[in-house]
């Protein structure tokens, strides 16, 4: 059997909303080209950087086994993220990409990092954004505008 993507990745945004959501902080979907969510964390519990409401791009890389899968993104998604900011008047700063990563086919296993776009180059390897749950873990402990849930 293959699996939809396009429906893994549907699920995990709305999965990312609903643990922000748990949280007491309200977010909901965005759909548009190059944003998923929006999300009014109005005491900064996890969306640290920019004035609320923060606009969210989730991404999602899963795994069949019993790793976590490291994903990479292209400096296009970045910059669409920024021209839709522009294009819709929404201060840059209130801009976060958003990675998921499950295993074990089992989207049960899902665990989020929050990334201020401002903080983007933390991972970049000179032609693309890379990310892995070991490296964003390590991002969390050292910038304190990187979240996990």
């Given at each position: 059997?293959?699996?939809?993507?396009?429906?893994?990745?549907?699920?995990?945004?709305?999965?990312?909303?609903?643990?922000?959501?748990?949280?007491?902080?309200?977010?909901?979907?965005?759909?548009?080209?190059a944003l998923d969510g929006i999300v009014y964390d109005a005491n900064r519990q996890l969306f640290k950087v920019g004035?609320?409401?923060?606009?969210?791009?989730?991404?999602?890389?899963?795994?069949?086994?019993?790793?976590?899968?490291?994903?990479?993104?292209?400096?296009?998604?970045?910059?669409?993220?920024?021209?839709?900011?522009?294009?819709?008047?929404?201060?840059?700063?209130?801009?976060?990409?958003?990675?998921?990563?499950?295993?074990?086919?089992?989207?049960?296993?899902?665990?989020?990092?929050?990334?201020?776009?401002?903080?983007?180059?933390?991972?970049?390897?000179?032609?693309?954004?890379?990310?892995?749950?070991?490296?964003?873990?390590?991002?969390?402990?050292?910038?304190?505008?990187?979240?996990?849930?």
């Open positions: 059997m293959k699996i939809d993507t396009r429906l893994v990745g549907a699920t995990a945004e709305k999965v990312f909303l609903s643990l922000v959501n748990q949280k007491g902080i309200f977010a909901t979907s965005f759909d548009t080209v004035q609320p409401p923060s606009y969210v791009q989730i991404k999602v890389r899963g795994s069949g086994g019993d790793d976590f899968n490291p994903q990479g993104h292209g400096p296009d998604d970045v910059q669409a993220m920024n021209q839709m900011a522009d294009d819709l008047s929404i201060p840059r700063d209130c801009l976060y990409f958003v990675v998921g990563f499950f295993k074990n086919a089992d989207i049960r296993t899902l665990v989020f990092f929050g990334i201020p776009l401002g903080e983007m180059a933390r991972f970049w390897s000179g032609a693309q954004f890379r990310f892995s749950v070991a490296s964003c873990r390590k991002e969390v402990e050292e910038a304190n505008t990187i979240f996990e849930i």
